[in-house]
């Protein structure tokens, strides 16, 4: 019997099987049959060439304009290229020491696989494989013609060394040896939804005979994955309401509302909404899980600080998490100057009702930290704020009642899970579980939150305080227009003479041995040169980001000399950062050049301009987190967006989007059309591949909706899925052991 757990090897053969394992880690007939087409080449029908994205692998089908060759310049042999045209877009394809084949015909079409670079501002595939298709609609005479007898050609995601065709041809082996697998769905749902069985929809995804064919196979395991996912989180969210939690109802007169009565400003309508939300969650005797998602300037650290009076008020302790140093100090110096008396207490001014608030993190000198511990230890501070130093063994509070997480993203769940399991004063586990609200200023589509967060309940602020100026974005095209550059740094000066100050943000350090990319910052493969290393005058290699220990000097000795400069990053000793944020704070500061660790909590209302460069290294969240830091006070905030990206790459579409709008909300939806999505619950959160390959976040919203209502329904019949070892195996295989982990911590 040959089922989905069978080794591929007597299947698709020992060299097949080995390069399936060494390049796409694929050792069974169910690993195999669930790595999907990622699109379907309809004969006859070119690829659209506008959508590529520099270093991404591709299989394209196109049609051959001209081939040409020419002698190599510094060694024997020849540079063939073959330009390839799509919808009016050209590439290039280049060779080297190819013999001519005889099928390179313009005019003819066929599949090109490689990996997308660049060669002075032109997009280019080098040395890619092919397969070259017969001018009379027959296939060449090197081509298998069974693989390409239908209409639709699966397209793989492929590897330089393993092309897609030839991972349909060992999917076609595998299918025409495997037994119909079981299904884990029971036949009841796949009757309501009207889906087909497992097998059917395993061959109608990889061997469609027409369009409707794969789309219904895709609709039946797009559901698997959806339902697998809610089943994990129906699980949790289940567990969640059995666990005890510290009740913390409204105690009148009290601090919240000494503190709501001083407040200088009026809060918004949402924060006022979220806040009695937040009120309700915390009564109850069960852990609140919240996540307030705002975009940047929304007020969430109001809404958090009301969250933490409220606990305070109740007898017990809160804890703010943050990701930095920097960001930990800022939340400091704001909660205290939100709270003025009401946070000092113990000192001469201190009102009569106050709290104590203190700063916890790794770098404090040993006296500092020893009365920090003390005070948590002892129940005098109602308020902690503090880095990843609040979750060592030797941090102990006294009766810890809700933990605030800012910025979760920048945090591993283990992180977060120690603090939520954090020991008591006498050394001992609590007997609850404190209450968890997670901020977040990098708005999530509702499909994110109910996949990624479906264990949490979410709140939204959506209106800004009044009084925030705008921010006007311009991207700067160095490639296309360079002396745009100079005018940047003109503007820059501009700010700085008429009162203001300025940011400039790279994605690296610098000083380093190994070009690490800053923290926060998303590296960025090298292109693939286009001639061999000794052939420099027709090759190019991308360089090396930008880094913070290169800019400044250059700067401050060129297009910024006079100003008073200053360098902020994360390798600098803690007090050092500090002074330097003191200083640009006072305004002692003109310039501040700096990594992400400016990204988020940094509030410097003189702050106007900011020059990001290598713009294009970073994500969208990340560059709308960091123009938010520009614009906070009276004054119009500007950010340029330097980057040498080509026109028409998908970097440049991330930048124009940015350049386009300042609505969070609307970008994190373009940031999700334009990533693609990836895995949700990819390597990024536990270094392993995911069994969900299909689930769109963006397409399949109504699927997720519906599998969540399914999912909830089924848990609340069957909590531990007994009744139904087809879905608890479902679950199992697509989301593994750490993934769940991971879904309970965050």
């Known amino acids: 019997m040959t089922d989905l ?14 390069a399936l394992a060494a390049q796409l880690q694929l050792h069974t007939a169910g690993e195999l049959l669930r790595h999907y087409p990622r699109r379907y080449a309809e004969r006859g029908k070119l690829t659209d060439l506008a959508n590529l994205e520099l270093g991404e692998h591709v299989t394209v089908m196109a049609e051959i304009r001209s081939v040409s060759s ?7 042999g020849t540079i063939m290229e073959v330009v390839i045209a799509s919808g009016g877009r050209t590439l290039s394809c280049t060779f080297f020491n190819r013999r001519f084949q005889g099928s390179l015909v313009a005019g003819r079409t066929g599949l090109f696989a490689g990996k997308v670079s660049a060669f002075r501002g032109k997009l280019q595939l080098n040395q890619p494989d092919m397969m070259i298709f017969g001018a009379d609609g027959e296939d060449d005479d090197e081509v298998d013609a069974d693989e390409f007898a239908g209409a639709l050609l699966p397209i793989y995601p492929a590897t330089t060394k393993l092309p897609s065709w030839k991972i349909a041809r060992c999917v076609r082996q595998v299918l025409d040896m495997v037994d119909d697998p079981a299904d884990p769905i029971p036949t009841e749902i796949l009757a309501e939804r009207g889906l087909p069985g497992l097998g059917d929809a395993l061959r109608g995804i990889h061997r469609p005979g027409k369009d409707s064919d794969w789309r219904r196979a895709r609709e039946r395991l797009v559901w698997d994955e959806a339902l697998a996912v809610q089943l994990a989180l129906a699980q949790r969210r289940l567990a969640a309401l059995n666990r005890p939690a ?8 009290g601090l919240l509302d000494e503190f709501d009565a001083r407040l200088p400003f009026t809060l918004t309508d949402g924060q006022r909404e979220v806040g009695e939300v937040i009120t309700r969650d915390l009564a109850f005797e069960h852990p609140m899980n919240r996540l307030v998602q705002g975009d940047v300037g929304a007020g969430k650290t109001i809404v958090a600080l009301r969250a933490m009076l409220r606990v305070v008020d109740s007898g017990r302790q809160a804890a703010m998490l943050a990701p930095t140093e920097v960001l930990a100090a800022q939340h400091l110096r704001t909660l205290r100057e939100l709270l003025g008396p009401l946070g000092r207490a113990g000192e001469l001014d201190g009102a009569d009702r106050a709290t104590r608030i203190t700063l916890l993190t790794g770098s404090l000198a040993a006296k500092a930290r020893k009365q920090a511990l003390l005070d948590t230890v002892s129940g005098a501070a109602g308020i902690v704020v503090g880095t990843h130093a609040l979750i060592q063994d030797r941090v102990e509070f006294a009766d810890l009642g809700l933990l605030v997480v800012d910025e979760q993203h920048r945090f591993g769940v283990e992180q977060r899970d120690a603090l939520r399991s954090r020991d008591g004063a006498e050394g001992k586990s609590q007997a609850s579980t404190p209450h968890l609200l997670v901020m977040t200023a990098t708005p999530i589509p509702r499909t994110v939150a109910m996949t990624v967060y479906g264990d949490l309940e979410v709140s939204a602020l959506r209106e800004l305080p009044k009084g925030r100026s705008p921010i006007a974005t311009t991207v700067i095209p160095v490639g296309e227009k360079p002396a745009w550059l100079e005018r940047a740094w003109h503007r820059l000066r501009e700010e700085v003479a008429g009162g203001h100050q300025a940011f400039i943000v790279c994605p690296r350090i610098g000083d380093d041995q190994n070009g690490a990319v800053a923290a926060g910052a998303r590296a960025v493969e090298e292109d693939t040169e286009l001639e061999p290393p000794d052939e420099e005058e027709d090759g190019e290699k991308r360089r090396p980001p930008l880094a913070v220990a290169d800019v400044a000097p250059m700067l401050a000795e060129g297009p910024l000399a006079g100003l008073r400069l200053g360098v902020l990053h994360g390798r600098l000793p803690s007090d050092e950062k500090e002074a330097v944020m003191r200083a640009f704070s006072a305004g002692e500061l003109d310039v501040l050049v700096a990594t992400t660790v400016i990204e988020v909590g940094v ?14 290294r970073f994500g969208l969240s990340q560059l709308h987190q960091l123009r938010g830091r520009v614009g906070r006070g009276s004054a119009p905030g500007v950010c340029l967006l330097v980057t040498d990206s080509p026109p028409g790459t998908t970097a440049r579409a991330r930048l124009d989007a940015v350049a386009s709008t300042t609505d969070g909300f609307e970008l994190a939806r373009h940031d999700l059309e334009l990533r693609r999505e990836g895995d949700v619950l990819g390597a990024s959160q536990s270094g392993r591949r995911s069994g969900l390959r299909l689930l769109s976040l963006l397409r399949d919203e109504r699927t997720i909706t519906e599998a969540r209502d399914q999912a909830w329904r089924l848990v609340a019949e069957d909590p531990s899925l007994a009744a139904n070892p087809g879905l608890a195996a ?5 989301v593994d052991e750490d993934r769940a982990e991971y879904l309970e911590k965050a």
């Not at 020419?70 to 024997?76: A, D, K, L, T």
């Not at 410097?604 to 460069?613: D, E, F, H, L």
């Open 5 to 18: 757990d069978s080794p591929l090897k007597p299947l698709v053969g020992q060299a097949a099987a080995n």
């Open 70 to 76: 020419r002698p190599m310049r510094q060694r024997r």
């Open 246 to 253: 510290p009740a913390c109802p409204p105690v009148p007169a």
């Open 603 to 616: 509030d410097v209302p003189n702050a106007t301009a900011m020059v990001i460069m290598d713009a294009d």
């Open 730 to 734: 479902m679950v199992a295989e697509i």
